[in-house]
């Protein structure tokens, strides 16, 4: 079954740091290029990061310089660190692939950054 699995979501102050992992499986298991949405509560979902062909990763700018988005092959999973964290970061957080595809939005992981 085709799928993509959050983790690492979770509660933490202002200016701490967050790791989030996205692991495909499936036919969606050696898919190189995947990304980064949020959705915060009353807004859209938007992106925030990805990997959007080889070599080259793209960022909003809200994020630029303080979240980084990386891979790691052997384990076959997509990571997004977040450092600086801001309480408007705030938000579910889903990976998915790049471009997205419906079918694959799951559950998503909660981030929460307090003040």
């Known amino acids: 079954q085709a799928r993509l699995v959050e983790s690492g979501g979770g509660t933490v102050q202002a200016g701490g740091s967050l790791r989030l992992a996205c692991t495909p499986s499936?036919?969606?298991?050696?898919?190189?290029?995947l990304g980064w949405w949020r959705q915060a509560p009353g807004k859209q979902r938007e992106l925030v990061a990805a990997?959007?062909?080889?070599?080259?990763?793209t960022y909003a700018d809200p994020v630029k310089g303080r979240f980084t988005i990386s891979r790691d092959n052997a384990k076959n999973t997509m990571y997004l660190q977040m450092n600086m964290l801001k309480p408007e970061d705030t938000a579910v957080y889903y990976c998915?692939?790049?471009?997205?595809?419906?079918?694959?939005w799951g559950q998503g992981t909660q981030v929460t950054v307090s003040s």
């Open positions: 990997r959007v062909r080889a070599g080259t990763d």
């Open positions: 998915n692939t790049y471009p997205p595809q419906h079918p694959y």
């Open positions: 499936g036919s969606l298991s050696k898919i190189n290029y």
